[in-house]
């Protein structure tokens, strides 16, 4: 019996060994980067929305880079300082954005939320601005400049 007891004891310290070792690499990980490791893509757009053409325009002209992914798989391993999902789909634009945010640590988030029950969602996934109804392009251009 006392084996047994022991053996347990054993496997629980190298569990917890393990695990330790696990939460050490992840914070690590999270530190901000130096600013001279600033990615390359600034900003990344998920879905089709009529104001997206628009969005990309004023980007391009004020020298902002960005890629476009139309659909919802989590974002590649790069970087982004920004993540902007503006599909029809709320759940697609949640899902987005906190993969985005687990993929990138400190990115800033915003999410188009099409019906008005997901709001509170959205807020308990800490979306860091979300919107409803009609994008106003220059508001969003706006929030874009305060953010990079």
């Not at 325009?57 to 476009?68: N, V």
């Not at 899902?95 to 993929?103: D, G, K």
């Not at 807020?123 to 990079?148: C, E, K, M, N, Y």
Request: glycine share 6%; net charge negative.
């Amino acid at each position: 019996m006392n084996w047994f007891l022991g053996l347990a004891l054993l496997g629980v310290m190298l569990l917890g060994y393990v695990l330790m070792g696990r939460i050490d690499r992840t914070l690590s990980n999270s530190q901000p980067p130096h600013p001279a490791e600033r990615p390359a893509v600034r900003v990344l757009l998920f879905g089709q929305d009529p104001c997206r053409a628009d969005l990309e325009k004023h980007l391009a002209q004020d020298q902002i880079s960005y890629r476009s992914v139309e659909t919802p798989a989590c974002p590649g391993p790069d970087r982004y300082d920004v993540v902007l999902a503006l599909s029809d789909d709320d759940s697609a634009n949640l899902l987005f954005c906190v993969a985005a945010r687990h993929a990138c640590q400190g990115v800033r988030t915003c999410a188009r939320c099409n019906q008005v029950i997901y709001l509170a969602v959205f807020r308990q996934a800490a979306i860091d601005q979300i919107l409803s109804g009609p994008v106003d392009v220059d508001a969003l251009v706006r929030t874009v400049h305060a953010w990079l």
